[in-house]
């Protein structure tokens, strides 16, 4: 029989290969190893589906070598980790009861139903029992079973038993269950001693999976923590472990190697070391106050973002944090997110809810007089404090907050103006966040799904704009399709930060559903009532959201225009702190946040004060300094120029901030 191999695009030679030839045996072929480049082969694409390397082929199939150092060898390598790592603690913990254990981005997880919570001290102990299980190059083999058989071979795992009964349902799509119960045919993955052939461990599970266990060539257990059974409170909470597993060492001690460093760069924790902001506990999980510190870089940024907004012709409204039910009834948010707000409370017979969300009060700008094409578009802006009552165990920082503010702006157009209109909106958005030192993007485009609202036509010319206006700002792009709102479909924007990392920042989004829920017109140029177009827009998501990523990109080293304190005097000693006095004074004189150091500390211990504040420069004076009417320049890298002129120095300090330079 013949089959194909692809190992490119194009035209692909056939060949022969014997009845009952399996992937594994057909890609041992020294030229096909060759022409992988001697990477290692985990899986294969039989005809499109992945399969693993015993699978038998048939005349006439397409095979594709699955890489282990791609997206998808990882996969496939991390859910052979997940089942090395409940074998090692159900070999340690025998009456632990298991969940599920998918891939994950960098790494794998595994639930378990066990009488404690695990310790530390408990993971060094299942992955020590990992390591035994990969060096005995267990085998990985898939066997398929009816729903009876794998009942009653799966008896004691009551968690198995409910996900047997979900095959074929919506609930088994989520993630993690559709690794085991995915597709129609149910397969349980055998765990077996490589020379004797014992069944060691089994799961349900549709795989693939790696040869053997010998193929797993780096992991590490991280941590631990609780989860309940498919996300759902209303269910048991169980112990999740978390690991990582790589193709090399190499790639794991690099890997390893980011976590630290995004440890050190954690906002939560610059937060504290700059004294920038905090979440006192008497306030409320989720609820920042910000220190004077983070106050001044929160409002540089905000009067920066405000002078874009007005050069790009937005008008700046203010509307109040609580509103009457009846808004958020007529919006659609008490039908949608009710789980997501604040509770009520009742005011003189009324119920009133802090707002999760601006875009209503600005509809009802929008709405109080009659408007006329001559007026659109239409731009509002507001920096809008909003509330969502996030579960305590999403909420982090100020990347996940409860009380946040948006820079959030609704633009009303005509259906004539909507695809120039979401263009120059993109990028306005880009090139605001190149100004914030953020450079490196990309964006999904999410279209309709199954279920929307409103007319196909109006989705179809929403899409094609929102897609225009990507491929003329030249950002790359994935579509997502069906990902879309059930009222809109819309670009999220994704920027990389100094690391690697990417965050998901701005939204554009073409509202089908709010010009009709709240029956918003215009007057055309023929005199008829038409329908304005809406879209939503958040630039940075939320500032404390921004703030947290900025803080993380930077590692607390804000550039010159963003530090809170720019310049700092040093004396060398306490006699030359009024000269110093005088130099700042200058700097104050031309706008910028200066301070002299005047504590008791020595002049070393005030430099490495500084160092440890992250302030972009430091002005020294001593006796031949003051004589010069000059400061010894020291930057915040440690270089240094001695008896730099005051005015030469002021000078490059002022240009510097003025023209954002990122340093």
């Known amino acids: 029989m013949s089959v194909v191999v692809r190992l490119s695009a194009g035209p692909q030679p056939e060949r022969s290969v014997a009845a009952g030839t399996t992937a594994g045996q057909l890609l041992a072929d020294p030229e096909l190893a060759q022409a992988v480049g001697g990477t290692p082969v985990v899986a294969v694409r039989v005809n499109g589906g992945a399969r693993d390397l015993a699978h038998v082929l048939g005349d006439g199939d397409v095979v594709e070598p699955i890489l282990i150092d791609s997206a998808e060898g990882r996969a496939i390598m991390r859910h052979s980790c997940a089942h090395v790592l409940a074998q090692a603690v159900q070999d340690l ?65 009551p968690y198995k038993l409910e996900l ?54 780096a992991f590490k257990l991280m941590r631990s923590a609780a989860a309940y059974w498919r996300g759902s409170e209303a269910n048991p909470q169980l112990q999740r472990i978390y690991g990582t597993g790589w193709e090399s060492k190499d790639a794991l001690r690099a890997h390893l190697d980011h976590l630290a460093e995004a440890e050190k760069r954690d906002h939560r924790r610059l937060g504290t070391e700059l004294d920038l902001f905090s ?36 008008e700046f409204v203010y509307t109040p944090h609580i509103t009457k039910e009846g808004l958020f009834q007529t919006s659609g948010h008490l039908a949608w997110y009710a789980e997501g707000m604040y509770p009520p409370m009742e005011m003189e017979g009324a119920r009133y809810y802090p707002k999760p969300m601006n875009c209503p009060m600005h ?91 409103g007319d196909v036509a109006d989705w179809d010319k929403a899409e094609a704009a929102l897609e225009a206006a990507l491929k003329k700002a030249g950002v790359e792009y994935v579509i997502a399709e069906g ?119 020595r002049m070393q211990k005030k430099i490495r004060n500084a160092q440890k504040q992250k302030v972009p420069y430091m002005l020294l004076a001593g006796d031949d300094d003051v004589a010069k009417g000059a400061v010894s320049f020291r930057y915040r890298n440690g270089e240094q120029r001695n008896a ?9 300090i002022v240009k510097a901030v003025a023209d954002r330079i990122q340093v």
């Open 483 to 601: 990902e879309g709102a059930f009222y809109a479909p819309k670009i999220d924007v994704h920027v990389k930060d100094a690391i690697g990392r990417k965050w998901q920042l701005s939204t554009l989004q073409v509202d089908l559903q709010m010009p009709d829920r709240f029956g918003l017109d215009f007057q055309a140029a023929d005199g008829t009532r038409q329908k304005p177009y809406m879209l939503h827009r958040a630039l940075f998501g939320s500032e404390e959201r921004f703030f947290g990523i900025l803080l993380e990109h930077y590692a607390g080293a804000f550039p010159p225009w963003l530090a809170p304190v720019q310049a700092v005097g040093i004396p060398i000693a306490d006699t030359h702190v009024p000269y110093l006095d005088q130099v700042v004074s200058r700097l104050r004189a031309a706008g910028i946040r200066a301070e002299v150091d005047s504590s008791d500390d």
């Open 164 to 217: 047997i009964d979900l095959k074929g349902s919506a609930a088994a799509d989520t993630e993690g269950a559709s690794a085991e119960v995915g597709g129609d045919e149910l397969t349980i993955y055998d765990n077996v001693d490589a020379g004797s052939g014992e069944l060691r461990w089994k799961d349900l599970c549709r795989g693939p999976h790696l040869p053997t266990t010998r193929n797993i060539l």
């Open 363 to 453: 509809i009802l700008i929008y709405r109080s007089r009659g408007r006329s094409y001559r007026e659109l578009p239409l731009r509002l802006f507001e920096f809008g404090t909003v509330y969502r009552f996030e579960k305590s165990g999403v909420v982090h920082g100020l990347t996940r907050a409860r009380g946040f503010t948006q820079d959030d702006s609704h633009i009303f157009c005509t259906p004539d103006q909507l695809q120039d209109e979401l263009a120059s909106l993109l990028q306005f958005v880009l090139d605001l966040l190149g100004d914030y030192g953020l450079t490196e993007f990309t964006a999904e485009l999410s279209t309709r799904p199954d279920k929307f609202v």
């Open 93 to 157: 913990f025998p009456d632990a009861k298991l969940g599920i254990g998918p891939p994950i981005e960098n790494g794998f997880y595994y639930d378990f139903d066990v009488a404690q919570p695990f310790h530390p001290e408990d993971l060094e102990r299942i992955e020590k029992r990992m390591r035994e299980i990969v060096k005995a190059g267990q085998r990985f083999v898939r066997r398929a079973v009816s729903d009876d058989a794998a009942k009653a071979e799966l008896a004691g795992e």
């Open 279 to 314: 979440f006192p506990e008497e306030i409320g999980s989720g609820l920042a106050v910000w220190h004077p510190r983070g106050g001044v870089i929160r409002r540089v940024m905000e009067e920066y973002s405000r002078q874009r907004h007005e050069q790009a012709g937005y």
């Open 644 to 652: 730099v002129p005051v005015d030469e120095a002021v000078a490059e």
